[in-house]
Structures are given as structure tokens and as C-alpha cells.
């Protein structure tokens, strides 16, 4: 897997990815200590307005934004992006009312949305072979998993000796250096997309076009739809149950989220040999079968006072291989129904959609868990993801191999076996 860092180019632009991912992951914690300082006892729901708006800039503002940039470079706008976001990132420490807070992080988000889509549809380009292209996304995977580890340690050490205001000091500097990283690499020369040349509009929508006539990529959908059920579930209601249903120390609650993320990295390291065997149809089919019967055991858990620990664990650990089933070969399937002109907007299409799944999962795990309870949330969100796996399954066509040729490659980019 490490061989593709062997490759200049990427290896650049692997290095900018965590660079910015780990200065992200420390602006979540420096946040809400923020949040804290000018809301008090109100801080949870000024970051929930806060990852509110976050979702709205991923979800409505994305397409728009690529759409205008499309004629542009990508290093310019990988740049750019970055240049805001440390700039935003600067404003943060000066900041007094809280309304300055969810301007700054809607312009912040709104520069991700442009950076990360941009970044993922250069990589096919710079890892043209399918093995090492695999690599990258395990690679990638395995540096959001990562990050979600890392950033809240280095954050506590760091809260040690300096101030949170400090951190956010921290967080510019990581994605000035992510700019720096971008702008010494020789990157693929970028052609203007097709659909470049019509309307904003026409650019603002072609992404979600393709997804819709596109077989896999309505799978696809569906499948985003399965992962933000139990994402959701893990990352609001982890708390709840670690505390309230089992009654373990807070510190278990790191414990817990740390479980997730080693099923998540056990599955990315795994990815590619997998994918060599199965293809990318099976592999994330398979992933999405395990999420609701992983689910409905959760569900039974939310009814356990007291017991369970080592279940909760194993469930947290099966969530996050099921996850990464899905989640890691994904871009493969975007790469696939697309060609060079219209990736940038599939890809962004994927970013905005996916991110849509969880302004229905978040709530439901969030609100109607504080309301109804953790038992019909998870039940609810059970279904959901039950529902996406079964739309995923009939939306995604078996490969057909041509029978004049052995060893054909299939329509999910995975080899038929020899006649």
C-alpha cells in the first residue's frame, strides 16, 4: 500500500492532506472551548448551529462554488481554498459574539467544500493504475481515521502548555503548509470540463444529472445513505451510552470512539487485496449488509442497564468495518462513471450528497434520542440504513463479463474470472 508514496506527486499531496486533516481535527476542539467561552451553558447549541451550518455550505454551496471555479486550474483552486481556510482560521481567536462564529465557519466549510472535491478528482490523474489508485484510497481512508484519533490527543497535549486561542494559531499554520505542499507539486494538466462552457447552472446540476441516469451511482447514493445511519448513531449517542446505558467513566467514552475507528483502519489496510478478490460491487455490498443486523443488536443494547461493555466494543468495531467497507472504495465507483471532464462534478455531486444523508440521520440520532429515547433512535436508524442497503442492492446491476474475452474488467472495475 505505502508503494504509491513512492510517486512524487501524490506523496505531496498525501502530505497536505493530513497536514490540513490534523489542523482541522485540533479547530473542532479549540471550537468548542470558544463556544464555551461565549455561550456557557448554551455552547452545545451553538455548535450544533455551528455543524449546522456546516452541512448547509457541504450540502448547498459546494456545487455552486465548483461550478464557478470549473474553468480554473486545480492548483489555483486547491490553493485558494486553503488560503481562506487558514485565513478564517486566524480570524477565529479576535472573534466576540457569537454570530461572527457561524459566519467564519460558514466561509471556513464553504472553502473545504471547494478543496476537498477538487483534491479527491486530481487523484485518478496523478494514480492512473487501478492497484496503486486503490492504495490511495485505503491510504486516504486510513488518514481520516486517523485524524479522528490523533486530533483530539495532540489537542489535549498542546491545551497543556498553550492557550486554545493558540490552537487556532496552529490550525492556519496546517493549512498554509497544506497550500505550500500544493503549490511545489507538479500536478496533471487540468482541461476544462465538459459542461465548462454552459451555464452556472448547467454546471451547478450536471454532477447530480450524471448520478441520477447512472446506475452505481444511485447505488451509491443509497449506500451514503447506510453509513450515515450508524456514523450518526456512534458519534452523537456514543456518550449516552457509554455514560448513561452502561454507567462506564468518561475516559471510556474515547475508548469506545477508538473502537470504531479500528474497525474503520482494519478494513482500509485490508482494502486492497479485497478489492483484488471481490471487486468493488461485493466488497461494498457486504459492507452495507453488515450495518443493520450490527444495528438492530445496538438497538437491543439500548435496553441494557450496566452491561454490555465488551458488546458495546464489538458492535463499535463491527460499525466501523461496515463503514469503511463502503466508504473506501467509493471513489473508485466515482472514477469509473466518469471520464476527465466530467469527474470534478461527480465527485462534488458525492460530496454534497452524501453530506445530504446526514441532515436526516444527525436529528434523528440527536433529537429523537434526547426525546424518545436511544432504543427508537437506533430502530429508526436502523431501518434507514436497512432501507438504503436493499436500494443499493437492486439499484447496482451485476457485472456482465463479454464472453468473447477472459479476464474482462467489469462494470464495477473489478476483473471477471477467466472463462
Known amino acids: 500500500m505505502l508503494t504509491v508514496l513512492r510517486n512524487r506527486t501524490y506523496r505531496h499531496l498525501f502530505t497536505a492532506q493530513m497536514v490540513a486533516l490534523l489542523g482541522t481535527g485540533v479547530l473542532t476542539v479549540a471550537l468548542g472551548l470558544l463556544a464555551f467561552d461565549l455561550a456557557g451553558a448554551g455552547a452545545g447549541a451553538v455548535l450544533g448551529t455551528a455543524l449546522t451550518i456546516k452541512m448547509i455550505a457541504y450540502v448547498g454551496v459546494a456545487p455552486v462554488i465548483n461550478a464557478l471555479v470549473a474553468r480554473l486550474p486545480t492548483r489555483p483552486v486547491l490553493i485558494g481554498a486553503d488560503a481562506v481556510r487558514a485565513g478564517m482560521a486566524l480570524c477565529l481567536?479576535?472573534?466576540?459574539?457569537?454570530?461572527?462564529?457561524?459566519?467564519?465557519?460558514?466561509?471556513?466549510?464553504?472553502?473545504?467544500?471547494?478543496?476537498?472535491?477538487?483534491?479527491?478528482?486530481?487523484?485518478?490523474?496523478?494514480?492512473?493504475?487501478?492497484?496503486?489508485?486503490?492504495?490511495?484510497?485505503?491510504?486516504?481512508?486510513?488518514?481520516?481515521?486517523?485524524?479522528?484519533?490523533?486530533?483530539?490527543?495532540?489537542?489535549?497535549?498542546?491545551?497543556?502548555?498553550?492557550?486554545?486561542?493558540?490552537?487556532?494559531?496552529?490550525?492556519?499554520?496546517?493549512?498554509?503548509?497544506?497550500?505550500?505542499?500544493?503549490?511545489?507539486?507538479?500536478?496533471?494538466?487540468?482541461?476544462?470540463?465538459?459542461?465548462?462552457?454552459?451555464?452556472?447552472?448547467?454546471?451547478?446540476?450536471?454532477?447530480?444529472?450524471?448520478?441520477?441516469?447512472?446506475?452505481?451511482?444511485?447505488?451509491?447514493?443509497?449506500?451514503?445513505?447506510?453509513?450515515?445511519?450508524?456514523?450518526?448513531?456512534?458519534?452523537?449517542?456514543?456518550?449516552?451510552?457509554?455514560?448513561?446505558?452502561?454507567?462506564?467513566?468518561?475516559?471510556?467514552?474515547?475508548?469506545?470512539?477508538?473502537?470504531?475507528?479500528?474497525?474503520?483502519?482494519?478494513?482500509?489496510?485490508?482494502?486492497?487485496?479485497?478489492?483484488?478478490?471481490?471487486?468493488?460491487?461485493?466488497?461494498?455490498?457486504?459492507?452495507a449488509a453488515l450495518i443493520p443486523p450490527v444495528m438492530a443488536a445496538t438497538t437491543v443494547l439500548s435496553y441494557r442497564d450496566g452491561a454490555g461493555w465488551g458488546v458495546l466494543l464489538g458492535l463499535w468495531l463491527a460499525l466501523g468495518a461496515g463503514t469503511s467497507a463502503v466508504l473506501t472504495p467509493s471513489a473508485r465507483v466515482l472514477r469509473d462513471a466518469s471520464d476527465e471532464h466530467t469527474r470534478p462534478y461527480v465527485f462534488t455531486a458525492q460530496f454534497s450528497l452524501s453530506h445530504a444523508c446526514f441532515i436526516l440521520t444527525y436529528p434523528v440520532a440527536g433529537w429523537m434520542g434526547a426525546r424518545a429515547g436511544l432504543g427508537p433512535a437506533a430502530l429508526v436508524l436502523t431501518a434507514v440504513a436497512a432501507l438504503g442497503a436493499v436500494a443499493a442492492v437492486v439499484s447496482w446491476p451485476r457485472p456482465v463479463a463479454p464472453p468473447q474475452t477472459a479476464g474482462a474488467v467489469g462494470e464495477d472495475g473489478s476483473r471477471e474470472p477467466d472463462a
Open 93 to 287: 481567536p479576535f472573534i466576540t459574539e457569537v454570530w461572527q462564529v457561524y459566519a467564519v465557519v460558514f466561509l471556513l466549510q464553504t472553502a473545504s467544500a471547494t478543496f476537498t472535491p477538487a483534491f479527491q478528482a486530481v487523484i485518478p490523474a496523478v494514480l492512473p493504475a487501478e492497484r496503486d489508485y486503490t492504495s490511495a484510497l485505503s491510504l486516504s481512508r486510513l488518514a481520516y481515521d486517523l485524524e479522528a484519533l490523533v486530533s483530539p490527543a495532540a489537542a489535549a497535549v498542546a491545551l497543556s502548555v498553550l492557550s486554545y486561542h493558540d490552537l487556532f494559531l496552529g490550525t492556519a499554520a496546517g493549512f498554509v503548509a497544506s497550500a505550500l505542499m500544493v503549490a511545489t507539486t507538479a500536478l496533471p494538466a487540468s482541461r476544462t470540463p465538459a459542461g465548462g462552457q454552459g451555464s452556472v447552472w448547467h454546471r451547478t446540476t450536471l454532477g447530480a444529472r450524471i448520478f441520477w441516469r447512472t446506475p452505481r451511482l444511485r447505488s451509491l447514493l443509497a449506500l451514503d445513505l447506510v453509513v450515515a445511519a450508524p456514523t450518526a448513531l456512534v458519534l452523537v449517542n456514543s456518550v449516552v451510552y457509554v455514560r448513561d446505558v452502561l454507567g462506564r467513566p468518561g475516559a471510556d467514552l474515547a475508548i469506545a470512539l477508538a473502537a470504531y475507528g479500528v474497525g474503520s483502519m482494519l478494513v482500509a489496510l485490508a482494502a486492497p487485496k479485497l478489492l483484488e478478490r471481490s471487486g468493488t460491487r461485493a466488497l461494498m455490498l457486504t459492507g
